[in-house]
């Protein structure tokens, strides 16, 4: 992960750096640091923790120069101290980094046996020494090529010259790199949004590509070292939906914009006067698919479970999916009439990129659903869905799982018309369906006050489990996920029909389950899986949209949520199971936007 910055400018670019690394902090937030050039001296600070804490070391020595590179760190290689925090900087040469050097230790001891002496223990560090033996016989872009040659693994990087004081050289093998644009100042960065409060002009550098800029002109090469020329988009200004607003942080905001995300996502795909899905541009006729292979990590891939379900009940389609680190290591048979469809909120996790790379080299069909519509895993795909839930910025990913399963949802049934497994009149009742989610969201948002009290009892538990069957199994992992995520409580996700063969050792006396049961042909079966628990002691929490006074008993909290199909039920099940994990960290005083050792976007192995 990692989150990088690079600013030449004609003024001085500390403040700038800082607030570069405050929007760059959901990749990494374990320590933070700059370095810039003034008076042809590199100049560099850094700190474990936060950017604040850099901040406070910047306010009280403040550090000069107009060319400067920055990182926010997701430790690899080494704890997250100090010393092992970026930049790594020799005498002449300063570079921040993003991604793994898998042969750091080969090079690191050729380096030492040169005479070189390592100060952290990071993979970094090599990549510094070898550029600066290089400087010794070549200029900085050559030095560069001469480096990259040596490296196996990922990166991003961004390099400072001490006697090449205005440029700052860029260069991008798996892991993200941008650049932006503005008069007088130039940028790099690991993403759009880390530039987007200093410009909205933004190119991206593919796989292979190195750029030099200065503050006035940024050149780009691929890996031939040829020049090329690259497109320059214009990002469009969602600014506002950055800030918190009036909630203490971005996972409660996120949580309660969902309503609204599900609509502004809704018109995006639904025609609702005339009841038809807009989906355009299929590059693919779908009537010759005859197989679907769902890839995503976390959260994503817990959407694609729910898909695999929804798939089943309205096509005739197979259906696979597979977790994309190990997707991508599988000895796939590629199928022609095989569409393999990526889900990622970032659109930038490696895993799930390698995987798709992996498609696009056995000239596999591939559709990506992604909320950053200019991410690499987008622009690799034959097809992109956009989920247009806006900027997630909680680590712990709530608006875009929603908004995952509306566009898959939205998918299957446009698949599901087009090879003529539903009729038109099923279509239009589901898509009324559809419009109804907005409002059970509302609805289910205001039993978070009860939810706040069922918290307490998980607070001090020394675990817990979630169980569900059908579609609500995918949905128990995913609240499983979000306790532990957020809480560093263990949780468990299980089929409920599976207890018996293992898992109910684990129940004893007090020890808090949840159970997810709605109206569906589950329901009898999960209940009786429940009253399995409630005889060894468990504590159970039910959710179920059965609104029904008998199968209160022996329950310690039951909470029930609006019903509109069962086919919709994962969207209205999720949401009290993301109020729970929040209020369970909030009371043990987790750092609910940025959980310990997590990261917003994974862009390493
Ligand atoms: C979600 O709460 C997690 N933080 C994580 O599982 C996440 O969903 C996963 O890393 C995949 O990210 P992506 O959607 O950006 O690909």
């Known amino acids: 992960m990692c989150g990088i910055i690079g600013i030449a400018s004609d003024k001085s670019v500390s403040s700038n750096i800082i607030n570069s690394l405050k929007r760059l902090e959901y990749r990494g937030y374990d320590s933070a640091g700059l370095a810039t050039l003034n008076n042809n001296l590199i100049i560099e600070k850094k700190c474990s923790g936060r950017v604040e804490q850099l901040e406070k070391i910047i306010f009280e020595s403040p550090v000069k120069g107009n060319i400067g590179i920055g990182h926010v760190r997701w430790a690899t290689h080494g704890i997250p101290n100090t010393v092992n925090a970026h930049p790594h900087s ?160 971005f996972m409660s905001k996120e949580i309660f914009e969902q309503p609204i995300t599900i609509k502004n996502c809704m018109n995006e795909y639904i025609d609702k006067i005339r009841n038809q899905i807009n989906l355009y541009d299929f590059p693919i006729q779908p009537d010759k698919i005859d197989k679907i292979t769902l890839i995503a990590c976390g959260t994503a891939y817990h959407s694609c479970l729910v898909a695999k379900y929804w798939f089943e009940e309205v096509t005739d389609l197979d259906v696979e999916v597979d977790i994309a680190s190990e997707f991508r290591y599988r000895n796939i048979k590629f199928k022609k009439n095989n569409l393999y469809i990526f889900v990622s909120q970032s659109g930038e996790t490696a895993d799930t990129a390698a995987a798709l790379e992996l498609c696009k080299q056995n000239n596999a069909k591939t559709c990506s659903i992604v909320n950053v519509v200019e991410s690499s895993i987008a622009r690799l795909s034959d097809w992109v869905l956009p989920i247009h839930a806006g900027p997630e910025i909680g ?63 998980f607070v001090n538990a020394k675990g817990t489990m ?112 993301q109020l729970l994990a929040y209020h369970v960290a909030s009371l043990k005083k987790c750092d609910i936007d940025k959980p310990r050792n997590l990261a917003k976007s994974v862009t390493v192995e």
């Open 90 to 249: 020799s005498e002449i040469v300063s570079v921040v980094h993003n991604g793994i050097i898998e042969n750091s230790d080969e090079l690191k001891k050729k380096l030492e046996k040169e005479g070189v002496k390592f100060k952290s223990q990071t993979d970094t560090e090599v990549i510094t020494f070898l550029i600066t033996k290089a400087l010794e016989s070549s200029d900085p872009l050559d030095s560069v090529f001469l480096t990259l040659e040596k490296l196996k693994g990922s990166f991003a990087l961004g390099i400072l010259f001490k006697n090449h004081n205005n440029i700052i050289i860029g260069a991008r093998r798996g892991s993200p790199l941008a650049v932006g644009y503005a008069k007088n100042e130039n940028y790099l960065g690991s993403d759009s949004y880390a530039l987007k409060s200093m410009t909205n002009k933004i190119s991206y550098l593919d796989d292979g590509d190195v750029c030099v800029l200065n503050k006035d002109h940024i050149e780009f090469y691929n890996q031939k070292k040829t020049k090329i020329n690259k497109k320059v988009l214009v990002l469009s200004d969602d600014a506002r939906s950055i800030s918190k607003g009036d909630y203490k942080n």
């Open 395 to 457: 680590v712990a990913s709530t608006k875009a799982f929603l908004g995952q399963l509306l566009v898959l949802y939205i998918l299957i049934l446009k698949i599901s018309k087009i090879r003529g497994d539903v009729s038109e009149k099923e279509i239009i009742k589901k898509i009324d369906d559809l419009k109804k989610i907005p409002d059970a969201l509302n609805q289910v948002l205001k039993i978070e006050d009860k939810i706040q009290v069922i918290a307490k009892d």
């Open 466 to 577: 979630y169980l569900g069957r059908g579609l609500s199994y995918p949905i128990a992992l995913e609240g499983a996920l979000k306790l532990k995520e957020l809480s560093y409580l263990h949780a468990e996700g299980y089929p409920a029909g599976e207890m018996k063969h293992g898992p109910l050792a684990l129940i004893e006396d007090g020890l808090p389950v949840v159970v997810l049961a709605p109206n569906d042909k589950y329901f009898e079966k999960t209940i009786s899986n429940m009253q399995e628990v409630i005889a060894r002691g468990g504590k159970i929490l039910l959710i179920t949209d059965k609104h029904d006074e008998v199968i209160s008993e022996n329950l310690r909290f039951k909470l029930e949520i609006p019903f509109i199909n069962y086919l919709l039920t994962p969207f209205i099940i999720t949401v009290p199971l």
